[in-house]
């Protein structure tokens, strides 16, 4: 166990400083959000809404995460393909779903700087006070929404193992999944057949415990709640993606097409 | 007359060739999802925001959303007709090419114009149909004008971002940002008078901005706007004089400094 979770610390820390260093990753991170945040909040406040804008900048920050779990878990495993490494850590004692988990967990955490970015920015721009509902929860569910997303990748970067162009899944996956959790719409507003699929995405409740920690209600329960959904549904995601990279792992041993991109 | 035939071909059976030659990797699946999947999904994110907040009627964000889908293929196609060259290392055979320049990049430009008219009709019918948001008939052709403007100047901004490729190591990270700025800016998503002043300003230079008010008037049964159209054609004219311009600056540069290739 031990291991495992050293395996995780430093294969985070050696991607989130990799990633760190790339400056299309940090583009991704954090400019683009920021191009989010301020049309999110023109829109709040063309909608008079300005009680609102703090929630709008946490969900372009949301959003900004969502998009850096799902191009970079994407990318995860092409990148290693394309690197000539994919080989490398197929045959590596440790299961592949613990060497991929780390890549995963890294681009949620590089996410992070998203919703730091858009926080900021909304601060220093549009003199959006930080008046949090719950700050110290606020600080508990961003971590573990990350968590939650992070797993949530793992599963994203098993199925792009079976796709050579992984992009064509991830690229249509952005806008979906921001409407379908509620980042900056809620989810009331969309037809009742979308409901189920909001529910199955960890997405959903972690954006549900954010929002509730920046401008929720008193009670503690509010954000508590769906942070367990989300990690709930993200540990079955993770699960799901270990059953999945098993297969498609011993599949492409067998038909020694591993490498083909 | 010989000239011109010579002129034709280069832009037109040129750009085609260097079209199949750089995109041989795109599946369809690829251009299904990331070009048409993608953006009419935007475009329901818009409308359903749009919805909750009450900024703008459905028309306002579905219209100025497929107008915006043509950004996808053309300012990342524009950038990648140069930029991958230089990656793939046939930049310099292009450009040993004693043909002029200008036939040349603008037959480069033009399958994204035509991906840009084909992706922006798709999104703006698939959604008007989903969302029940009908178009009239009698602004069809005028819409497909307007949407094939938008596309022509898109086109022209994604080549001046190529051009930087010629340039920078890392052009993608301009498209991108690039991309992302049209949505604010142009007034797709937000309605332009909400913004402040500059961004206004900044807006009108842009490509698709005048084409989205075009369309969006059109479709709301007001006619065509000729004066709208005639800024985008401007703004596209501008925009390939830049591109043409950037181009020829930085071949000779590269040329003068022997850094063609260098990544």
């Known amino acids: 166990m031990i291991r495992v979770l050293r395996l995780v610390v430093v294969g985070v820390r050696t991607h989130v400083s990799y990633m760190s260093r790339s400056p299309i990753e940090i583009t991704f991170a954090v400019l683009v959000p920021l191009v989010y945040a301020t049309l999110a909040v023109h829109l709040f406040r063309a909608a008079g809404d300005p009680d609102r804008l703090l929630t709008a900048s946490v969900g372009a920050g949301l959003m900004g995460i969502w998009g850096s779990v799902l191009f970079g878990s994407g990318g995860a495993v092409q990148n290693q393909r394309w690197l000539g490494t994919l080989e ?90 921001w409407l379908l959790s509620g980042l900056l719409v809620p989810i009331t507003v969309l037809p009742a057949w979308t409901h189920p699929l ?8 972690g954006a549900r415990a954010v929002h509730a920690a920046t401008s ?17 549904l993200g540990s079955g995601y993770a699960l799901a993606a270990v059953l999945v990279l098993g297969r498609v792992e011993r599949r492409a041993r067998a038909a020694a097409t591993l490498a083909l991109a | 007359m010989f000239r011109f035939l010579g002129s034709a071909r280069l832009l037109l059976i040129g750009g085609a060739l260097s079209y199949r030659a750089l995109f041989n990797w795109t599946t369809p699946p690829m251009f299904i999802g990331t070009l048409l999947v993608g953006p009419l999904l935007q475009v329901f994110f818009f409308v359903y925001l749009g919805r909750e907040l009450g900024v703008a009627d459905d028309r306002f964000h579905l219209v100025g959303n497929a107008v915006l889908a043509a950004s ?12 991958n060259e230089r990656r793939y290392g046939t930049l310099g055979a292009v450009l040993l090419s004693p043909r ?46 307007v949407l094939l403007l938008g596309a022509v100047a898109c086109s022209a901004f994604g080549l001046a971002l190529g051009a930087l490729g010629l340039r920078f190591r890392d052009v993608f990270l301009v498209s991108n940002v690039a991309s992302s700025t049209l949505l604010l800016l142009t007034g797709a998503a937000v309605p332009r008078e909400t913004l402040p002043e500059w961004m206004r300003t900044a807006g009108e230079l842009l490509p698709l901005t005048h084409a989205a008010d075009a369309a969006r008037r059109l479709t709301a049964g007001d006619g065509l706007d000729a004066g709208l159209l005639a800024a ?23 040329r003068r400094r022997a850094t063609l290739d260098v990544m």
């Open chain 1, 198 to 205: 909001s529910w199955a995405l960890p997405t959903t409740w």
């Open chain 2, 72 to 83: 996808a293929s053309c300012v990342y196609g524009g950038t990648m007709a140069v930029a």
């Open chain 1, 88 to 177: 490398t850590l197929v045959v590596a004692p440790t299961p592949l779903a613990l060497v991929l988990l780390p890549v995963t967990l890294a681009t949620a955490v590089i996410g992070t700087y998203a919703m730091g970015a858009t926080v900021l920015w909304g601060v220093l721009l549009f003199g959006v006070p930080l008046d949090f509902a719950h700050p110290l929860l606020f600080l508990l569910a961003v971590p573990v929404c990350v968590l939650a997303l992070g797993m949530t990748g793992l599963l994203l970067a098993a199925t792009f193992v079976l796709l050579r162009n992984a992009n064509a899944l991830a690229n249509p996956l952005d806008t979906p999944v």
């Open chain 2, 232 to 254: 985008e054609l401007l703004v596209g004219a501008g925009y390939a004089v830049l591109a043409v311009t950037l181009l020829a600056l930085f071949e000779r540069g590269s």
């Open chain 1, 216 to 232: 929720g209600g008193p009670g503690a329960g509010e954000v508590l709640v769906p942070l367990l959904a989300a990690v709930a």
């Open chain 2, 100 to 145: 002029h320049r200008v036939p040349l990049w603008a037959g480069r430009a033009l399958p994204y114009v035509l991906n840009g008219l084909l992706i922006s009709a798709f999104v703006l019918a698939a959604a008007a149909t989903v969302l029940d948001l009908p178009v009239p008939p009698g602004a069809v052709p005028g819409l497909g004008l």
